[in-house]
């Protein structure tokens, strides 16, 4: 691929992703686009089909697995997560920088394809504070919480495997997370705004 690498961003929920990203999006309107996820679970209260998901059945899904449409697929909580290889070539037929937000699972799936990103994991300064953030969204039943928060211990042991990561952004300052952010793809944002021109 002649154009900018694409970018894995991964992290346990409550560390500030979205945050993040929403600030890139804002700073770096056409440089960057998402690859929409498929999922199989339903669409929460304003969600769009196609926008923040592509909401399919679990046969759907699993028929696109099995055809190796997709670079990475996980179960999260009874439901299949997916990133097609379709929506990622979407987005750099636009000579954008392909965001992927994915979990665990799916960096290591990643690993093993050819698609050379940039890696990055974004951790919360500590699990305590992990732990407040998510009890203050009040989002979730306690077993669901309880179930996110075992997965963000996971998720914070495996951001410390040597060589998983190029970028381990600790987000405890956002205006300084951001920074460190921007620093680290200025190099492909700035070469995405060159072919765009």
Not at 13 to 41: C, D, I, M, P
Not at 170 to 181: F, G, H, P, T
């Amino acid at each position: 691929m002649a154009g900018p690498r694409p970018v894995v961003i991964s992290g346990p929920s409550g560390a500030g992703k979205s945050t993040l990203l929403k600030l890139l999006l804002k700073e770096y309107e056409h440089v960057f686009g998402f690859s929409v996820s498929h999922t199989t679970r339903n669409p929460r209260q304003g969600e769009e089909n196609g926008k923040d998901y592509h909401f399919v059945t679990r046969d759907e899904m699993l028929r696109g697995i099995e055809a190796g449409e997709f670079i990475e697929n996980a179960e999260f909580s009874g439901n299949r997560y997916g990133t097609s290889k379709a929506a990622v070539q979407a987005v750099q037929a636009k000579n954008q920088i392909c965001i992927l937000d994915i979990d665990m699972q799916g960096v290591r799936n990643i690993k093993k394809t050819d698609l050379c990103p940039i890696y990055l994991s974004i951790q919360p300064p500590s699990f305590e504070i992990l732990e407040e953030r998510l009890r203050k969204r009040k989002t979730e039943s306690q077993e669901s919480l309880e179930k996110r928060l075992m997965a963000a211990k996971l998720d914070m042991e495996f951001s410390k495997e040597p060589g998983m990561f190029d970028e381990v952004i600790i987000n405890d300052d956002l205006e300084d997370a951001y920074s460190r952010l921007k620093s680290v793809l200025i190099e492909e944002i700035q070469k995405a705004k060159d072919l765009q021109n």
